[in-house]
């Protein structure tokens, strides 16, 4: 992989580069994607039957910059890790004496910052030799001593290897995935295009993990273990549902939906998530009002905006549905 992007990084440097534009929110043309693609024969171990594929690497511009600043920001983290182990002579500061151990510590800092190769530490053995008189007492001309030397591993230089940094700073934005389909079929451009919108099952699991909080369970059952789990994945499906459902109405019609994001009111939007259309529905509230006697009871709920029926629409409930939750029990 890092051959094909080393190579797709030299033809961009000759605009030799396949590019999809697209128009933003603003009406501005911007790139989203670039790339080139090549063919490779695959095949089976011990088959002599194989098949061809395509091979495409595709640069998005606005993954370099933040995979960039990214590793900028691992570098300097690495470095005042580093510059921690060795730190200058004084009270409380613990200085390292075996260099073995210290060359074990340089590699763990490097490799929790993922920055191996990418950083040079030069160190060096520091003996600071001082008398000491043996025995207890004050010392004399005539008093036996001994000399002390006492040792260290200093860092006194941190390197960036600037080529490899170089390097790696030019593949980042790129990715590279294949496909079997021929060009006839699908072209450069709708392969990157379907490529990034296509549904990612990791998501279902990552609501289960952070939203959903199906981890730690206090539960010590069995049956109220499964029973938990039955519950919070069944809570998942239908948020999964909600939001295929919205989206495919929204696609079909080439339509966005404004109102969804709490930041922008005016922001369009035409693939909400399950969790912005359950904030759109965040102020409505229902009221039951039961009289002393527990004869009559009354409802009342929030009377819905045009942005909340729409939403109820085109999730095919329509608001009769919502509506009989304000159905009256009048006694006789």
Same mark, same amino acid.
């Given at each position: 992989?890092?051959?094909w992007?080393?190579?797709?990084?030299?033809?961009?440097?000759?605009?030799? #580069?396949v590019?999809?534009?697209?128009? !933003?929110?603003?009406?501005?043309?911007?790139?989203?994607a670039?790339?080139? $693609?090549? $063919?490779?024969?695959?095949g089976?171990q011990?088959?002599? $039957?194989g098949?061809?594929?395509r091979v495409?690497?595709? +640069?998005a511009?606005?993954?370099?910059?933040?995979?960039?600043?990214? #590793?900028d920001?691992?570098l300097r983290?690495?470095?005042t890790?580093?510059a921690?182990?060795?730190?200058?002579?004084?009270r409380g500061?613990?200085?390292?004496?075996?260099e073995?151990?210290?060359?074990?510590?340089?590699?763990l800092?490097?490799?929790?910052?993922?920055?191996?190769?990418?950083?040079?530490?030069?160190?060096?053995?520091?003996?600071?030799?001082?008398t000491?008189y043996?025995?207890?007492? +004050?010392?004399?001309?005539?008093?036996?001593?001994?000399?002390?030397?006492?040792?260290r591993s200093h860092i006194?230089?941190m390197?960036?290897?600037?080529n !490899?940094?170089?390097?790696?700073r030019?593949?980042?934005g790129?990715?590279a995935?294949?496909?079997?389909?021929?060009?006839?079929?699908?072209?450069?451009?709708d392969?990157?295009?379907?490529?990034?919108n296509?549904y990612?099952?990791?998501?279902?699991?990552?609501?289960?993990?952070r939203?959903r909080?199906?981890?730690p369970l206090?539960?010590?059952?069995?049956?109220?273990?499964?029973?938990?789990?039955?519950?919070?994945?069944?809570g998942?499906?239908v948020l999964?549902?909600?939001?295929?459902? #919205?989206?495919?109405?929204?696609?079909?019609?080439?339509a966005?939906?404004?109102?969804?994001?709490?930041? !922008?009111? +005016?922001?369009?939007?035409?693939?909400?998530?399950?969790?912005?259309?359950?904030q759109a529905?965040?102020?409505?509230?229902?009221?039951?009002?039961?009289?002393?006697?527990?004869?009559?009871?009354l409802?009342?709920?929030?009377?819905?905006?045009?942005?909340q029926?729409?939403i #109820?629409?085109?999730?095919?409930l329509?608001?009769?549905?919502?509506?009989?939750?304000?159905i009256? !029990?009048?006694g006789?």
């Open positions: 992989m890092e051959a992007i080393s190579e797709g990084g030299a033809r961009g440097e000759t605009s030799e #580069l590019r999809v534009l697209r128009t !933003n929110d603003r009406g501005h043309e911007v790139l989203t670039e790339g080139d $693609e090549c $063919e490779r024969t695959c089976a011990g088959r002599h $039957e098949w061809t594929e495409m690497v595709v +640069r511009p606005w993954q370099a910059h933040p995979q960039a600043a990214g #590793l920001k691992r983290h690495a470095e890790a580093l921690a182990l060795t730190p200058p002579r004084g500061k613990r200085q390292s004496t075996e073995a151990t210290l060359v074990e510590a340089i590699d800092v490097r490799k929790a910052h993922r920055v191996e190769g990418l950083l040079g530490v030069v160190w060096e053995k520091q003996v600071e030799p001082h000491q043996l025995g207890r007492g +004050r010392g004399s001309a005539s008093r036996p001593k001994r000399v002390i030397e006492p040792t006194t230089r390197a960036r290897q600037a !490899n940094i170089a390097g790696l030019q593949r980042c790129w990715k995935f294949v496909t079997n389909a021929r060009p006839t079929r699908l072209s450069w451009e392969a990157v295009l379907g490529y990034r296509e990612r099952v990791e998501r279902v699991f990552n609501h289960l993990k939203r909080h199906i981890a206090f539960v010590k059952l069995n049956d109220q273990i499964e029973g938990l789990t039955y519950l919070l994945t069944l998942v499906r999964t549902v909600t939001e295929c459902v #919205l989206r495919r109405s929204l696609e079909q019609e080439q966005t939906r404004p109102g969804l994001h709490l930041e !922008n009111k +005016r922001k369009m939007t035409g693939t909400p998530t399950a969790e912005r259309l359950l529905f965040a102020g409505v509230s229902l009221t039951i009002i039961q009289s002393p006697a527990g004869a009559d009871i409802r009342r709920i929030t009377p819905l905006s045009g942005g029926e729409a #109820l629409h085109r999730l095919g329509g608001t009769p549905l919502y509506r009989q939750l304000e009256q !029990n009048m006789s």
